[in-house]
């Protein structure tokens, strides 16, 4: 059966891949730690219970019409409120977008601003902007990061592709990394884009940025910090990707908000509103109440960053045990989201039946079937799969389990040749 040249070329979700074969060993019996896919286990991580009953006290007032295609005005002025209070930011309810969660934003930044074959910049590992070229037929330019600047693209790496480009993509804190832009390095960025856009003429679409930052409420001692904050005349080029998914544990609640420009927003607007992806009206009812009250939106914040830290501490502290004891692994301190970066540096190695772990998958599925372990290699990030780095989120794992799975993989990582 013919389809279209998109629909025939278009990659799965790696990670998507990677869980199902996961939700088959389970299937079948196997007990397996389960650190992929970037969302909560409910019961171990649930929702506010405010937002819940706010949830439900709103389904109960038959809020089950049509949304507004930017989202309710009482949202809206909430998300005002948030950016003044938690950020400093001065935006007004008509530069506002909300969705049904950030995706659906992304995907219309990219198609608001990018044309057929548009230069668009992101880093390498980072959540799926390479789909999103595919989508929009952008040409893709993948920047590799290094440990050494924790993964977090640098102004001096960014640079040489800059000129001609439409969009450059960032998140802090990074997903896949669980690390975050200093304030010195994304000050360093945004002085190249004004350079930039300075030198492009009044006929030349400018150089945006999309600064995704759904994980700015999840941070552990660090500055969350963003463009507008520190270049203030970056305002009209800088669009921004937020909302509850992350920070409220309610991954499928469904309300995200983009914010920025106007005029790109309005089209991000009309764009949505074909397809229809609306965040549903009582969820959206229920957030614009829950959100503005700071006094409960911090204790629930207190609370839960506690518990992801605690899992992201004991996952780092245990690899760091294992390094210790010669094994050839490693991570990076966790400083936000709900991901640990984590070497795994045993591709090339044999296993007991005499396998060779060719590449970063490999050793993956090994893990999961030796070490009964799941991670995401940074191959599914846009990186090499000779890259032996790994993500691992802990949202959908207890304590327990992740107390339990750091000697099984010592065992596995032992039985290697």
Known sequence: MNVSVLANTLIGSEIIKIGNEVNELKRKGAEIANLTIGDFDPSIFPIPAELRDEIIDAYHHNHTNYPPADGILALRETVVEVLKNRYSLSYSTQDILVAGGSRPLIYATYLALVDPGDKVIYPAPSWNNNHYCHLSSAKGIAVETTVENNFMPTGAQLKPYLKGATLLALCSPLNPTGTMFTREQLEEI??????????????????????????????????????????????????????????????????????????????????????????????????????????????????????????LDTLYNGFQELKSEGFAVDAVVPMGAIYLTLKIDYIGKTTPSGDLLKNSADVNFYLIKEAQTALVPFSAFGTAESVAWFRASVGGCSLSDIQKMIPRIKAALSKLK
Not at 202 to 228: A, C, R, W
């Open 190 to 311: 945004c002085d190249l884009v004004i350079e930039e856009n300075e030198c492009r003429g009044v006929d030349e679409k400018p150089l945006y940025i999309m600064y995704d930052q759904i994980y700015s409420l999840l941070t552990f001692g660090k500055e969350h910090i963003n463009p507008v904050s520190l270049r203030p005349e970056l305002k009209d080029y800088v669009i921004y990707i937020d909302g509850i998914s992350k920070c409220l544990s309610a991954t499928g609640v469904r309300v995200g908000w983009a914010f920025g420009p106007e005029k790109i927003v309005g089209k991000m607007k009309a764009l949505l509103g074909h397809i229809g992806a609306w965040a549903p009206k009582a969820e959206q009812v229920a957030v614009a109440k829950y959100f503005k009250n700071n006094e409960l939106v911090d204790s629930f914040l207190n609370s839960f960053k506690k518990q992801v830290q605690e899992s």
